[in-house]
């Protein structure tokens, strides 16, 4: 999918909503463990009852792969069933990989054309030939990790060099790299204000922004400080959503938080219409 | 395994070579792929030839997650032949990981209990709580990237913040994480030079260091700046070693690379004896 056609989606829907699939055994109901395949069962569901909420889904890969190949076979078949029944949604590999560049081209083999996911997370601390063979890839994006949404972020993230936050280095260098109008951005929400400054580098990109809700930050601040007239975000909710119950009913109640969220969203589009 | 007990082997096999295995499909001996899992076989053949001649075998973990359930098998039938012919070699899956707590906490359990690695590489960009789940595991290494062997290295970890490098900065801050006794540091051979300095920060801490040969660094200028009397090196060789050859003997030709690699290495360690 491109950028523009997310933007659509994103108009169409009135969501730039994100749900994170972070699928664990331990916090699924537990009726749903004598299914066959209990993550891909309760990724279904969720899917069923909150597609129409959001414009894309973000599978957290460590959570399948704490489950060996049965979690990969849960993945596959959660990034089939998307393609299947609602190709018109955004996919996410949350892996946060970035490797030598012969290894970065097998995750993103592994990614891109093996499971086919429109975009992966991807770690710059090794810098351009990491990222590279994921910026190959037609219409697929690389989102970056800039500016992450955890306290550990302040530890090497900002570090100033030359006077400029590592993070602001990290973005600038990545605009030079080859075919770099397939990346896009990791910006927490925790940190919202930093947007305005941002947004002075990368004015069209689009960022994935997580730790909206859950982690503190505020979706009307996110949207004063990062939105451009193609929307540019996607905001994610991952736990606060899917995990909202664990009573039969929990997709239902997905649903009902996923749709608070969106009616929020609304509002704010309706803002830059 | 404890880094005493490796000190220990590496003198008993007079040896601190690590192999990579980074087993590609479409680089192994065409016969095989009639195998059941041919991922596997030749991971097989390349241990019983070489296992006498290193301490260690460091799965690359994006190439079996390219190969998808059939890779992730591959994976688990490799480390537990490792854990039952040879409990006495050191496991490392390099997947340089890292990402907020809770999922950091499920790649570590992924890792180190559901497939019994010794130890794990790991990213840093995210800071603090994105690694230290990864040290909670006791006799588990966390192998952090410091200096990495690629050119993307200049990037970003050679940026200097208040006079010092970023790679310097992320060991100097790791020190102070909990349990970070239980780290060990990527340190690329293709800047022997720089060792010299990181034993300053690190005087015993081990090191796994990749890119001699291939890439041009010298295992004697590795030794020569990076050696501790505990010894402190894991040197790894990958593609050198189990692409030396593709035809039916293949594995006795990798066999003959890495006995070569160990009589230079044994030379080094009667250095320090």
Known sequence: MTSQELTEQIFKKKSFLCIGLDTDLEKIPTYLLTEENPIFSFNKAIIDATHEFC?????NIAFYEAAGEKGWTALRKTIQYLHEKHPDIYTIADAKRGDIGNTSRMYAKAFFEDLGFDSITVAPYMGKDSVEPFLEFENRHTILLALTSNEGAFDFQTLKSNGEDIYKKVIKTSRKWKNSENLMYVIGATKAEYLQEIRKIIPDSFLLVPGVGAQGGSL????????TKNVGLLVNSSRKIIYASQSSNFAEIAAAKASSIQALMQQELEKIQ
Do not use: N, T
């Open 220 to 227: 009307e601040d996110v949207c004063k400080y990062g939105m």
């Open 55 to 59: 414009v894309a889904y973000k599978p």
